[in-house]
């Protein structure tokens, strides 16, 4: 088993920034691929972005330029580094992980991850 805990969260006006976290205990050796979703009231989860164990990362369109995903493998922990925070940001952002070890067109699907964290609440206020 694996578990997953976020935290990071905040409120904070738009133009700012924050880091969440995700770390990770357990069965870590089992895991590849990690990434961070977001979910607003009445709206769908969507992939954020991902990264798999060696470093490769894909990120959604909304957030390229603005948003890095990283991870330290020491610590078991992946990173969402948030720049230039909008309004429209605002969401429980969750962090998931998956025992595949490929970043692929589908890595935004919730479906792909295996386990997941209890969420952390971002609001952007304008």
């Known amino acids: 088993q694996v578990q997953l805990v976020d935290s990071g969260g905040g409120a904070v006006q738009a133009g700012e920034s924050l880091t969440l976290s995700c770390a990770m205990s357990g069965n870590t050796g089992s895991i590849n691929l990690m990434a961070w979703f977001r979910q607003a009231p009445g709206k769908e989860r969507e992939g954020v972005g991902v990264i798999n164990r060696v470093g490769v990362r894909a990120s959604a369109d909304s957030v390229k330029g603005r948003f890095t995903i990283s991870q330290d493998n020491a610590t078991n922990t992946v990173y969402l580094r948030m720049n230039t925070l909008k309004p429209e940001d605002t969401a429980m952002y969750y962090c998931?992980?998956?025992?595949?070890?490929?970043?692929?067109?589908?890595?935004?699907?919730?479906?792909?991850?295996?386990?997941w964290g209890q969420g952390t609440q971002v609001t952007v206020s304008s």
């Open positions: 998931a992980a998956a025992h595949s070890l490929y970043v692929t067109n589908l890595w935004d699907r919730p479906s792909a991850y295996t386990y």
